[in-house]
C-alpha cells in the first residue's frame, strides 16, 4: 500500500502531468496496478516517483500508465457510433470530407468502432472520412497502433464484423484489425491539459466518451470549452450516456443520451466559469 507521502507526491503528479484527481479511494488502486507494472516494494515506487518528479520521460510515461484508467470496448454504446456515421455520411453529402476525433481513444477499440461504423455507412472501403485518435497514455497508443487483440475482445462487434474487419495476427487466441479499417484511423499522442494541442479542427464529432469524470473540474471545463471551440458548427460531442456537460453545458444542446449539439457561436461566446464548475 502507498504510504501517505508516496501518495501525497503521487496526488501531485498526477495533477501536474495529467490533471487527474486522486482521492483516498484511488490509493488501493494504485498500489494493485504499480504490483501488476513489477513494483514490488515501496523503494521501486520511490524510485519511479523521484525519476518521474525529475521530469524523465520513460518514468513519466510509467507514471502515467500507472494512473490512467483504460478499460475501453469495441462499439461501447453502441448507438452512439451509428449516430455518429450517419452524421459524417450527412456532412459528406454536404462537404465531401468528414473528420472525427476520438479523444481519450486508450488502446483503439473506440476509433476503430467509428472507423468500422463508417465503413458499413458509406457502404465503401474508402469513405472521405479521418478518424483522428488520441490519448496521454502512449503504452495504450502503442496498443492502438498494432490493432491486436484478444479473441474475447472482438466478441462484442459479433460474429460478421469479426470475420469482416480481423485478420489472424500469428498469435493464437488474438486478432489484427485489418488494414481497410486500420488506414481510416490516424494515431497520435495528446494531453487534454496541454496548452498546445496537435490536432486541428473543425471536428464533425468528437467523442470524449469517460475521460473527463477523471480530470479536475477546472481542466475538464477548459478542456470541453476547448473541444467546443473544435468543433464544426452542427458538430457532435459525444460522451458516455451517464456523463453530462455539466457546467459548460450552456455550449450544448443534448439529442440523445451522451449526445449533444453544439449551440451556436453567440452561445459559445458566453462561455462558462466560475461559481458553476463544481462539475464539468
Ligand atoms: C476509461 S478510458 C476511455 C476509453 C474510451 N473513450 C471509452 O469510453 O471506452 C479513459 C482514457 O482517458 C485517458 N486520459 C486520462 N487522462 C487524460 C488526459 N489528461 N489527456 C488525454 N487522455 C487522458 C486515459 O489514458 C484512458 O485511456
Known sequence: MLTDPQFDRTRRLASLLAGIELVERHRELLSR?????????????????????AGDAQARRTFLSLLTTKF????????????????ARGVVARAGRARLWSAAAATGEEPYSLAIAIVEAFGNCEPPVEVVATD???????????????????????PERRARYFEACGEPGRCRITDTIRRLVTIRPLNLIDAEWPVEGPFDVIFCR?????????????????????????????LD????PGA??????????????????????????????GRF
Do not use: K, Q, W
Open 136 to 158: 496521454i497514455d502512449r503504452e495504450a497508443l502503442a496498443v492502438a497502433e498494432r490493432g491486436e487483440y484478444a479473441e474475447a475482445a472482438v466478441r462484442a462487434p459479433g
Open 210 to 238: 469517460n475521460v473527463l469524470m477523471y480530470l479536475e473540474a477546472g481542466r475538464r471545463a477548459e478542456a470541453v470549452r476547448r473541444m467546443a471551440s473544435l468543433l464544426a458548427p452542427d458538430g457532435l460531442f459525444m
Open 241 to 244: 450516456p451517464v456523463e453530462d
Open 248 to 277: 459548460t453545458g450552456a455550449l450544448f444542446a443534448a439529442s440523445a443520451p451522451g449526445v449533444f449539439s453544439r449551440r451556436p457561436a453567440a452561445r459559445l461566446r458566453l462561455g462558462c466559469s466560475g461559481a458553476a464548475e
Open 33 to 53: 496496478r504499480s504490483r501488476r507494472l513489477g513494483i514490488r516494494d515501496a523503494a521501486g515506487l520511490d524510485t519511479l516517483l523521484g525519476a518521474a518528479e
Open 72 to 87: 475501453t470496448e469495441f462499439f461501447r454504446h453502441p448507438a452512439h457510433f451509428a449516430i455518429a456515421a450517419a452524421h
